[in-house]
């Protein structure tokens, strides 16, 4: 399996970036999915998550403004970035976990949750 991010940047606040993230080497048509920032010296936090049949989560601090899915041909993870603040600047990955499960996307928000994992792209919100 292989994920691999695109997208990050540097944008003022107020502004939008969007993420997607390529994924390859599924087993099984059914998956989990999730995304996750992680900002210098803080905890990795579970940002938004989504199942093969379309279920989403998302974390309080970004519900509203950031918005999680897939492609048709489900190969592509994206995430929507809108009304960004400073505080939503940090490294951000897609996550990934093969395979049917119930618990998705009720726990997509831990990290030991997932497999796979992407290398990250960063996202930097200016004031």
């Known amino acids: 399996v292989q994920l691999v991010e695109s997208g990050g940047g540097s944008v003022q606040a107020g502004g939008s970036v969007r993420l997607s993230c390529a994924f390859t080497?599924?087993?099984?048509?059914?998956?989990?999915m999730g995304w996750f920032r992680q900002a210098p010296g803080k905890v990795r936090e579970g940002v938004a998550g989504?199942?093969?049949?379309?279920?989403?989560r998302y974390a309080d601090s970004v519900k509203g403004r950031f918005t999680v899915s897939t492609d048709n041909a489900k190969t592509t993870l994206y995430l929507q970035m809108d009304s960004l603040e400073p505080e939503d600047s940090a490294m951000y990955y897609c996550?990934?976990?093969?395979?049917?499960?119930?618990?998705?996307?009720?726990?997509?928000?831990?990290?030991?949750?997932?497999?796979?994992w992407g290398q990250g792209t960063q996202v930097t919100v200016s004031s």
């Open positions: 996550a990934a976990r093969d395979g049917f499960s119930s618990f998705c996307p009720r726990r997509s928000d831990e990290a030991s949750f997932f497999v796979f």
């Open positions: 080497g599924f087993i099984y048509s059914a998956f989990c």
């Open positions: 989504i199942s093969s049949d379309g279920a989403t």
